[in-house]
T-cell receptor
């Protein structure tokens, strides 16, 4: 099993550009999450999903959108990137208990 | 508001020198307290889940305990390979998890 995978691993954007981060899991988990991790701030929840076709806002949702069209995939979109969105993004999945994390995407917005 | 605070921010230990990391929390309706290990450049790796006060879990040199207001991660006779950032998270009444900022542990040979 690959567990949780994320693509891409690294990306550099210019202010105003858009992009989509892809998260895939092969553990048949119902719950999926997107976090951002910034120095001194810890992991902060952006959006999450409790099942296919459902999404909900987390702690810091502004500037991001998500979609969960298939159970195994959870997409995070940035419509108009801003320098404040420079961060490391982690996806996680869960059956309802502990979360399993992907390796992260390092995003820089210039 | 659900909140998690970890201390200390950083800890340097000599190999074999035991110590404890603290995670204090305020949450309405605790549905689990989780400990993770994170190595540089990688995603967090699950260590333990605790659900009720008095519960303890052990794995090799690590032992996690839980009270009504805090959790401790005890590290016994640490080795250099235990060096990492240790994260604590709580799950409250909803489906959200709240993470602390972590304790960066360095074990010196």
């Amino acid at each position: 099993n690959a567990g949780v995978t994320q693509t891409p691993k690294f990306r550099v954007l210019k202010t105003g550009q858009s992009m989509t981060l892809l998260c895939a899991q092969d553990m048949n988990h119902e719950y999926m999450y997107w976090y951002r991790q910034d120095p001194g701030m810890g992991l902060r929840l952006i959006h999450y999903s409790v099942g296919e076709g459902t999404t909900a806002k987390g702690e810091v949702p502004d500037g991001y959108n998500v979609s969960r069209l298939k159970k195994q995939n959870f997409l995070l979109g940035l419509e108009s990137a801003a320098p404040s969105q420079t961060s490391v993004y982690f996806c996680a999945s869960s059956y309802g208990g502990e979360q399993f994390f992907g390796p992260g995407t390092r995003l820089t917005v210039l | 508001e659900d909140q998690v605070t970890q201390s200390p921010e950083a800890l340097r230990l000599q190999e074999g020198e035991s110590s404890s990391l603290n995670c204090s929390y305020t949450v309405s309706g605790l549905r689990g307290l989780f400990w993770y290990r994170q190595d540089p450049g990688k995603g967090p790796e699950f260590l333990f889940t605790l659900y009720s006060a008095g519960e303890e879990k052990e794995k090799e040199r690590l032992k996690a305990t839980l009270t009504k207001k805090e959790s401790f991660l005890h590290i016994t006779a640490p080795k250099p390979e235990d060096s990492a950032t240790y994260l604590c998270a709580v799950r409250g009444g909803g489906n959200q998890f709240y993470f602390g900022t972590g304790t960066s542990l360095t074990v010196i040979p």
